[in-house]
């Protein structure tokens, strides 16, 4: 029982009081009926009440119709108790009108297109269903927004009926839309850009002539402003100059700044406080090539790298790369400097992106007090990374596979020969609306004549934030005489982790983290369990993980604090 007092002209109340219905039946008939809004004036006079109530069963009546209810039964009653307007409607909403038949059908090019094949297969209009005008509406909604998406320019309907027969309660649906041909693209042009047209071409993926798709021209508009030369990018086809069925399609872009600079601070648990100084230059010349130059400092690992990228055939997702780096590392004893050069060719194959890299690396290194050298490396390598994933940023559902070889020769400028082969995997998965599993699996093998000769970044450790959690940053692995972790010839990680979202943004999370890296594989695996928070930020998740190494249980429980995404 719902009742609704409203202050008349002269000090008099009027309420109304509605039974029989709820929910969306009650909060349409509110909106329509006009009696209703009385509440809603500074003055109400008698004879107005009383107009409108007489007015209340047609008004309700067609409050229900949207709903499929045409025969209601409505007993209204108007009575005046002192000041008091008393209106009073109980309503029996009757059977609902159910869909008898159905007729939709689509006539024109457009008969043919299996887009339009599938959207008349997953009609949401079923024979025997009660009618609801707006699922109707709707889905005459969405075979026009198909029309728009897909090129029909022309599109119509010839036919959109409902009959409805009320001594029956049922309704016929006959709907014909004439999509009209489909249009092509047209001439494709571009507004002066700081490079040349025939890289910007490159990022078509559509050519004069294909069909139309508004989906095409945003994935254009999203290439295009990914590529960092633009600040705003505007992909417009232009129908009014439409001729031959083919429309022209103009990209408007405004050029960004050519050099980026970029600061930042940052803490990380595994590195220690950062400081991050880069440079971009966005385009070098007009083939587009870019310079990048980046400084980061922080208390265990600092380095100082430049890039030179030159954009390959499919610029969204090829393209070649000279690198120079120096690392300078100190961490419990392991210290080492590194110094590279190198050239690598990136192509997307498949969904695969694959990389081909060769690089020579000097690394100046001590682990411990006994250990230590100069090493020199030509290491030629690949790497293959597949992603699947709908969004980076807040993953219900996905995975992430990464597999890499490298090597070198001692016949080939390397001090000995090696091969290593890694092997990663995570996968997240949906196990209800708020419940996700996230796994982890990490395996990397060595096979070289003198494991005393490989450099630290050529060796595996475990323990940290995306590691082995409880234990600190590569602080799992072979010891030296003294206690420092020289590194191993294998690596094995596992993690599971069961998290729960607890509001909108925020997760709650549990885990058990296993794994080693050790000169022969048999080694024991060590393991830690912890619990954290994620906050999942417009830039990724944000974790906070408390973890217990319980094969060491003499040690505290370690803080790991990492940011970006799960996958």
């Not at 130059?293 to 030179?308: A, C, D, E, P």
């Not at 020769?409 to 996968?427: H, V």
């Not at 912890?530 to 944000?542: D, E, L, M, T, Y």
Request: without cysteine; hydrophobic residues 35%.
């Amino acid at each position: 029982m719902l009742i609704y007092p409203t202050q008349s002209f002269a000090q008099e109340q009027v309420s109304v009081e509605i039974n029989g219905i709820d929910g969306d039946l009650l909060n349409n008939v509110q909106a329509l009926l006009s009696i209703y809004t009385l509440r809603e004036q500074s003055s109400v006079q008698g004879f107005r009440v009383r107009y409108l109530h007489r007015q209340a069963n047609a008004e309700i009546k067609k409050a229900l119709q949207p709903f499929g209810y045409y025969n209601p039964v409505i007993n209204g009653s108007l009575k005046k108790v002192e000041q008091q307007w008393q209106a009073q409607y109980q309503i029996a909403p009757g059977p609902a009108v159910t869909i008898a038949e159905i007729n939709w059908q689509v006539t024109g090019e457009g008969e043919q297109d299996p887009t339009f094949s599938s959207a008349l297969n997953e009609l949401p209009l079923k024979t025997g269903q009660r009618f609801i005008h707006s699922r109707y509406q709707s889905a005459k909604t969405r075979f026009t927004n198909l029309a728009a998406e897909r090129g029909y320019y022309q599109a119509e309907y010839a036919q959109h009926k409902v009959t409805i027969d009320v001594a029956k309660n049922t309704a016929s649906i006959d709907v014909t839309m004439d999509t009209g041909p489909r249009y092509q693209i047209g001439q494709i042009s571009f507004s002066d850009a700081p490079v040349e047209e025939a890289l910007l071409r490159r990022y078509l993926n559509f050519q004069q002539g294909d069909d139309f798709s508004t989906r095409e021209l945003l994935d254009l508009q999203v290439a295009l402003i990914d590529s960092d030369y633009f600040a705003t990018v505007e992909v417009q086809p232009h129908w009014q100059q439409a001729t031959a069925n083919q429309v022209p399609i103009h990209v408007e872009m405004t050029p960004n700044k050519r050099t980026h600079y970029r600061f930042g601070l940052g803490y990380g648990t595994d590195t220690g406080a950062r400081l991050t100084f880069g440079q971009d230059r966005r385009w070098v010349n007009d083939k587009g090539h870019r310079f990048n130059g980046l400084i980061q400092l922080s208390q265990v690992q600092s380095t100082g790298l430049l890039s030179y990228v030159i954009p390959g055939e499919v610029p969204q997702t090829d393209n070649y790369r000279l690198t120079a780096e120096v690392t300078d590392k100190s961490n419990e004893g392991q210290e080492s400097t590194l110094y590279s050069i190198g050239a690598a060719d990136q192509k997307r194959i498949g969904g695969w992106q694959r990389t081909y890299a060769l690089d020579w690396q000097r690394e100046d290194f001590r682990l411990g007090e006994d250990i230590s050298g100069s090493s020199r490396f030509l290491i030629p390598s690949t790497e293959w990374v597949l992603l699947r994933a709908r969004d980076r940023l807040n993953i219900n559902q996905g995975y992430r596979i990464s597999l890499g070889l490298k090597g070198g020769a001692d016949s080939a400028l390397s001090d000995t020969n090696f091969a290593t082969l890694t092997a990663n995997a995570k996968f997240v998965t949906s196990v209800s609306e708020r419940w996700r599993l996230l796994s982890r699996i990490e395996l990397g093998a060595t096979y070289v004549d003198n494991f005393s000769l490989l450099p630290p970044s050529l060796r595996f450790f475990a323990g940290g934030d995306n590691s082995v959690r409880g234990y600190a940053y590569e602080q799992l692995g072979p010891r030296g005489d003294d206690g420092t972790v020289i590194g191993g010839r294998y690596l094995a990680v596992l993690s599971a982790e069961v998290d729960y979202r607890f509001a909108d943004n925020w997760r709650v999370a549990v885990f058990s983290d296993l794994g080693n890296a050790m000169i022969e594989p048999d080694e024991k695996l060590k393991q830690s369990v912890g619990f954290g928070i994620r906050w999942i930020s417009p830039i990724g998740a944000v974790r906070l993980d408390l973890a217990q190494a319980i094969d060491e249980p003499g040690n505290p429980w370690r803080l790991h604090f990492t940011l970006g995404p799960d996958l």
